[in-house]
């Protein structure tokens, strides 16, 4: 859009307007966006395409396989899946409170405080999830067999700790890296006005920094509670999938499938599913309810 | 009063060597200088914030160097006046109170003063990121004047503001000092505010403190520029 010209020297603006060629800018023509955000919608859409479909086929095979409802209820009544549901809520439970034990002074040191050495620690880290999980089961079964751990060894190895302790270690770090953020998101200015007021720092930590991470605690909580329902490798390693003892619900997607009974093994899978979603949206609506309140 | 002698800090490439610098008890003192040149660091240095190479901070005659920021009496609003988020105006007043352990009916009598004399009573229920640039000023000065600070410490306190709003808060911040004779340190890079509020105006340029005549037709009393620092 070309200014309107003033009414003084407007005789020398015209003559311009007629004369000057056009400059770079105004011959300049912008491409359409289209085309790149067709490209963004379609890769963005083959990767959740994939996930639905992923879980459709599960559901799907059942339904037209028509053994659906009766592996269901067959599943259901099996003490074996009882146990194993039982067992995987409880035991993600407590590996979740655990790891919010651990993620929110780890989350809160690792924000707040610079010190030598904090690069290796932050790579520390990071250790449990880039190690393959059966490596993380091998290493547990091996510390567990040096003192003093070795004194634990008939109370935890193929026990139900050893399940915890195994979900423990690889969910941790998810929720660990949630808090991490988290902190990092909530400047240190509340902190010190909270110093300037009379607060101690676990006063101000306590009073004004955690009430204000309730959104990545819920998060960090879902993802653990989630990564931990889904552990099997460290599981069978360090716990073994021994029935009515160790058996979690993907253990007993393992064991269905080396018996061979494929509708048996989708319905646990398919109650997996069921369970993340259910705790996914109670953690949801609960965040949301409180953040509104 | 505030009494700096010799300070020194270093953050990184930031330097500061050497800075003096003296407000008598119960003056409003505006710190000119700008941006960068280390004006709120020697305020946060004052709140103690920040760590010190040397030198000493005296308020009130009390060498509080040493001491951690809670101890030394001291009322802080930062630039971004970073209201506590998950508070209501209420809590935010008796935040310092309650603190102190004061008692219920002690903490909700002075939070009653401190929201009438800043003109916030209607605003005590309500969540900080619901308020109004100037209503969020008033409950950070409240906040920080609650507890009975000999110091107040403001870190360019109207900077944020719209035209309308900047008057009023001026305008508040000069009754709040005359009501509660706390010796106040502005940080700006205003010389309009300092005209506006200064009893006395110091300037940080090159990391050193001289004291500023604002020149003709400003509102600074003569007189009340120390000239005992």
């Known amino acids: 859009m070309s200014e309107p010209v003033p009414e003084a020297g407007a005789g020398l603006g015209k003559t311009r307007e007629r004369h000057a060629p056009p400059s770079e800018n105004e011959t300049h023509v912008v491409r359409s966006s289209t085309a790149f955000i067709v490209c963004m919608i379609l890769l963005a859409s083959f990767y959740i395409v994939m996930i639905v479909l992923m879980l459709l086929a599960n559901v799907g095979y059942l339904a037209f396989s028509g053994k659906g409802l009766e592996s269901l209820l067959a599943a259901l009544r099996s003490a074996e899946v009882r146990y194993a549901i039982s067992l995987s809520l ?11 034990w651990v993620s929110v002074p ?4 690792m924000s707040r405080f610079s010190f ?13 999830i880039v190690l393959p999980p059966l490596v993380v089961g091998i290493s547990l079964l091996m510390l567990f067999n040096v003192p003093p751990f070795n004194l634990l060894a008939d109370w935890v190895v193929y026990e139900i700790p050893a399940v915890i302790l195994a979900q423990f270690m690889v969910a941790s770090a998810f929720a660990v890296r949630t808090m991490r953020v988290t902190f990092d998101q909530i400047p240190q200015r509340f902190e010190q006005v909270a110093l300037t007021l009379g607060a101690s720092r676990s006063q101000a930590f306590w009073t004004v920094v955690l009430p204000q991470t309730r959104r990545g605690l819920l998060a960090a909580a879902t993802l653990a509670w989630a990564r931990a329902l889904g552990e099997f490798g460290p599981i069978l390693v360090f716990a073994g999938a021994t029935s009515h003892r160790t058996e979690v619900l993907p253990t007993t997607v393992f064991l269905e499938m080396q018996a061979g009974n494929l509708p048996g093994m989708l319905t646990v899978s398919i109650i997996m599913v069921v369970l993340a979603a259910v705790v996914l949206v109670i953690t949801r609506l609960l965040g949301l309810r409180r953040l509104n309140a | 009063m505030i009494a700096i002698d010799g300070l020194s800090m270093s953050q990184g490439s930031f330097k500061l060597e050497n800075v003096s610098l003296t407000v008598p008890q119960g003056v409003y003192c505006v710190l000119m200088g700008r941006s960068g040149c280390g004006k709120t660091t020697i305020l946060e240095a004052i709140c103690g914030l920040r760590p010190l190479v040397r030198g000493t901070i005296c308020l009130n005659g009390r060498n509080v160097t040493e001491l951690k920021p809670g101890e030394r009496g001291i009322g802080y609003v930062p630039q971004d006046r970073a209201l506590f988020p998950t508070m209501i105006v209420r809590e935010q007043l008796a935040f310092a109170l309650v603190l102190r352990r004061q008692r219920q009916a002690a903490i909700a009598s002075r939070v009653d003063e401190m929201a009438q004399l800043l003109g916030i009573a209607h605003l005590l229920d309500r969540m900080p990121g619901t308020l109004s640039g100037g209503e969020a000023q008033r409950v950070a000065l409240g906040r920080a004047l609650a507890a009975n600070p000999s110091v107040l410490c403001l870190d360019e306190p109207l900077s944020a503001l719209d035209e309308d709003t900047h008057g009023e808060i001026c305008g508040l911040l000069g009754d709040v000092h005359r009501h509660t004779s706390v010796t106040v340190l502005h940080v700006t890079h205003s010389r309009r505010e300092a005209r506006q509020l200064g009893d006395c105006v110091f300037d940080l340029e090159g990391g050193a403190v001289r004291d500023v005549a604002l020149g003709a037709g400003d509102s600074i009393p003569p007189g009340a520029v120390p000239d005992d620092s």
């Open chain 1, 116 to 128: 030598r050495g904090k690069a290796y620690i932050d790579a520390v880290l990071d250790i449990p």
């Open chain 1, 90 to 100: 409880i035991s993600c439970s407590i590996t979740t409170v655990l790891a919010l």
């Open chain 1, 106 to 109: 780890i989350g809160y040191l």
